[in-house]
């Protein structure tokens, strides 16, 4: 697998999957690129688009982002795009191996995170590969949030 570059920065996040992080125990992060038409980036510089029900799939050796939805762009006309069509994701070959075995292996699930754009314009989609959290580990992860918030409060007012 690549090295992950440590120079790249998210400049504008556009969509982010804030419940993802509650539902899965996220394994591995990958910066993928997408594949967009015209419409769709400007649509997403407008701050438009959603992630809350997405998720990535392989299929015939390439990975998909599917259920994304980004509305269509305002002063689009007749080219316009269509809001939830799966999206091609720019991946390394190695990595779509590795992260469509792990899925198929595993029982595990492709995450988008977020939607942004990096430091050079390019719109980027962060991917997680997770696996599905029980009822229980929900509530572990709500008390040890709560816990947190609550020692961080204790110790504001102590000074």
Not at 9 to 14: D, F, L, R
Not at 73 to 97: A, M, T, V, W, Y
Not at 128 to 149: M, P, V, Y
Request: net charge positive; hydrophobic share 35%.
């Amino acid at each position: 697998m690549a090295r992950p570059h440590k120079d790249t920065v998210k400049v504008k996040t556009v969509a982010e999957n804030r419940r993802a992080r509650y539902e899965y125990f996220i394994e591995d992060v990958v910066e993928a690129g997408i594949a967009l038409a015209g419409t769709e980036v400007k649509a997403l510089r407008g701050g438009e688009g959603s992630i809350a029900e997405a998720y990535a799939e392989l299929k015939d050796g390439q990975m998909w982002l599917v259920n994304a939805n980004i509305p269509e762009f305002s002063h689009g006309n007749r080219f316009n795009h269509e809001p939830k069509r799966p999206r091609k994701l720019l991946l390394h070959e190695r990595q779509i191996h590795k992260m469509g075995s792990a899925v198929a292996r595993q029982g595990m699930t492709l995450i988008p995170l977020s939607i942004y754009f990096n430091d050079r314009g390019r719109a980027k989609v962060e991917l997680a590969l997770g696996k599905g959290k029980q009822l229980h580990d929900k509530r572990e992860t709500e008390k040890t949030r709560d816990w947190k918030r609550d020692a961080a409060r204790i110790m504001r007012e102590r000074g």
